[in-house]
């Protein structure tokens, strides 16, 4: 193929073979191409092959408004009937006036970096039938196989707006990209999943402009960075027997891995890591300046609850007939599904000390900060009263007093331990391994914060440890 227009005084030559791909660190690493249906990921084969799941952080088993089709809370991605990944083929330079036509062929994928107003380089792209190709972003497009809108987090004490039944809705002005990443699975053993960022768009082009992050490689190939850029930590353990948190990244369009930039959107790239990959492993996050996604392996699933297991965990606690050590009467967890309203018989626990008792409407102290005066409910539901200081009637301790909620989202589980701690300050119950893994993450906020989170309903932790044991009563019999 020959472009009208090229450019000499650029190097490389105007039409370049890249063999091998723009990522120094893998053998030819796939990018995406276009999307298929959500049917597609979820071939009816009796033993589909899975190669891992995405799920949002923030969104406690489901959107508030329910998971349909490409818009939900966590995707699994399986092999495709037939393989839909590219890789690098062909690089050209042009004149940049030239790009739009260059780019006129809608069966080509290619990425295009504008150097400046008078000089771009546009990398082909040629099918790959050893990869498959996933696309996360905002975008509803067909094209993008999960689409992902912005989780609303909340600061210290506030309320799990995101919440703790995922509502997350999409905010004034997103800052996820419409085509934010891409996923290339390996449809051969041991099925290796690598990220990238960006994504192609409809007319299956990736278009770096003349302000991105963007330059050439040491052996003259292009790579870039996207404007709000895709950060991936890789946990420093085993995700499931040594959750330890690793060190943010940042991935570029070519999978390859940088230091953080000074700020989110800054022109100045990280320095390279050239001793680290784009491969996701078990408990990998993803960051989308936006919303944070967790990857799990099909081996990581292994060890997590499922639905029903979460479900006999509540009825074994209910079983239990833990008490009000005030009211003595009896607590009660509420149905995995009802998450919309706080239940009359829902346990409350002071934050401070985790003793847990029914609701009572006394015990208030000094009233905080309007923040710290919300009610608490886990669910998008109203609190009886303000959840302001409370004191304890055990131990006389004084802090937030909040109702407890299970956390719905087995995918979030390091164990499928009992639920014994919760969250601070917003309630959410799980396994000990649970929390305290999770309180060790910091996780991105804005364009250079970070902080610790509950991964259920996104609401940042507070307190010494960000969690607490709970200490329930027995009946009196």
């Not at 040629?126 to 975008?139: E, L, V």
């Not at 912005?150 to 919440?163: E, M, P």
């Not at 799990?296 to 609850?305: E, I, K, V, Y």
């Not at 919760?422 to 999770?438: D, I, L």
Request: charged share 20%.
């Amino acid at each position: 193929m020959v472009l009208e227009g090229s450019s000499e005084a650029l190097c490389p030559p105007p039409s370049l073979e890249l063999r091998p791909s723009c990522n120094k660190n893998q053998p030819s690493p796939p990018l995406g191409s276009g999307s298929q249906s959500h049917d597609a990921l979820c071939p009816e084969d009796k033993e589909p092959i899975k190669y891992g799941e995405l799920i949002v952080l923030g969104h406690n088993g489901s959107l508030a408004s329910g998971d349909k089709g490409r818009r939900r809370s966590r995707l699994a991605l399986y092999k495709r009937p037939k393989a839909n990944g590219v890789k690098p083929d062909v690089i050209h330079n042009v004149s940049t006036p030239l790009v739009s036509k260059a780019l006129s062929n809608k069966s080509q994928h290619s990425i295009s970096y504008t150097l400046s107003r008078s000089h771009s380089v546009i990398v082909e792209y040629t099918h790959d039938p050893n990869t498959d190709m996933f696309q996360i972003g905002r975008s509803t497009e067909s094209m993008i196989d999960f689409v992902v809108t912005d989780t609303a987090s909340s600061g210290s004490g506030g309320q799990g707006q995101g919440g703790a039944n995922g509502e997350g809705g999409q905010s004034a002005q997103s800052t996820i990209s419409r085509y934010a990443c891409r996923i290339m699975c390996e449809r051969s053993a041991p099925y290796t999943a690598r990220i990238y960022a960006a994504g192609f768009d409809s007319s299956k082009n990736i278009f770096l402009g003349e302000r991105a992050a963007k330059w050439r490689t040491s052996d003259g190939l292009m790579d870039g960075l996207t404007t709000n850029g895709v950060l991936v930590m890789h946990p420093a353990g085993e995700f499931v027997s040594e959750p330890a948190p690793g060190v943010w990244r940042e991935i570029s369009v070519c999978g390859n891995v940088f230091a953080l930039r000074e700020t989110r959107s800054a022109q100045q790239r990280g320095k390279l890591v050239e001793n680290e990959s784009n491969m996701l492993q078990d408990g990998s996050l993803i960051d989308l300046c936006g919303a944070t996604l967790l990857w799990r392996t099909p081996s990581g699933l292994r060890h997590t609850p499922t639905l029903k297991q979460l479900e006999s965990l509540r009825q074994e606690l209910n079983a239990a007939r833990p008490q009000c050590p005030v009211g003595f009467n009896t607590l009660a967890f509420p149905s995995l599904a009802q998450r919309a309203t706080i239940d009359k018989k829902q346990p409350w626990v002071y934050m401070n000390c985790g003793h847990v008792h029914g609701y009572h409407n006394w015990g208030f102290r000094k009233e905080k900060a309007a923040s710290s005066a919300l009610a608490i409910t886990g669910g998008g539901g109203t609190a009886p009263a303000t959840t302001g200081e409370r004191e304890c009637p055990m131990c006389r301790g004084v802090g937030p007093y909040v109702p407890l909620w299970l956390g719905c989202e087995g995918g979030l589980y390091l164990d499928a331990g009992p639920p014994t701690h919760a969250f601070c300050p917003c309630g959410h119950v799980c396994s000990e391994k649970t929390v305290q893994g999770w309180s060790q993450i910091p996780l991105p906020h804005g364009t250079h914060a970070f902080h610790a989170a509950c991964p259920f309903c996104g609401t940042w932790l507070t307190g010494e440890q960000g969690h607490i044991k709970l200490i329930f009563q027995g009946p009196v019999d």
